[in-house]
């Protein structure tokens, strides 16, 4: 048990050598997709760097999940900037209509990448993410995330979240100045 906040992943530039296979975290695929996002411009690169490579990345039905519903959060804050997100969503549900097609060609996308896959998260994940969020303190979609990726034996992350630093035996890769070693 790890039990400590300290730096226990490996983490790698955006620029760095690729991995085989890499597991795409929720952050990445948010700020691949939305033009405003912090490092829009990072991941996209990035992401372009994966298509031509022979690297295979991993995108979980809880990741799709997860950004759907953080871009869709967005996209209703983007065009209804006096009202809250949740106040639209409770007293108009039927917005959430008007923004399917933008979901569908971020999901249709990933779908149709060659070397991406789209995995599940398996009936017995969620036991291992609670271990996880026991050893790393993980936040449970965070664990799950985690869990996700043991369960197909991935050791490499793209991501921007700074959570996963704690978990030994984890390669991260990040534009996140935060996360990245000093060069």
């Known amino acids: 048990m790890n039990n400590s906040k300290a730096k226990n992943a490996r983490v790698f530039d955006f620029v760095d050598p690729l991995p085989p296979a890499l597991y795409w975290d929720s952050s990445f695929i948010i700020n691949v997709a939305h033009a405003d996002g912090r490092w829009h411009g990072d991941c996209v690169a990035f992401g372009e760097r994966l298509e031509r490579s022979d690297t295979f990345s991993y995108v979980s039905t809880l990741a799709l999940d997860e950004a759907w519903f953080v871009l869709l959060q967005l996209m209703v804050e983007d065009d209804y900037k006096e009202r809250s997100f949740w106040r639209i969503a ?16 971020i999901t249709n996308d990933i779908y149709a990448a060659s070397r991406v896959r789209v995995v599940s998260v398996g009936s017995n994940t969620p036991r291992l993410a609670l271990k996880n969020m026991r050893d790393f303190y993980l936040l449970p979609r965070d664990a799950l995330h985690l869990a996700t990726m043991r369960q197909y034996k991935l050791t490499h992350l793209v991501t921007t979240d700074a959570d996963f630093l704690p978990v030994h035996d984890l390669s991260i890769y990040t534009c996140n100045p935060a996360l990245r070693p000093s060069r």
Request: proline share 6%.
């Open 90 to 105: 409770n007293n108009s549900p039927s917005v959430v209509a008007k923004y399917v097609g933008r979901l569908e060609k």
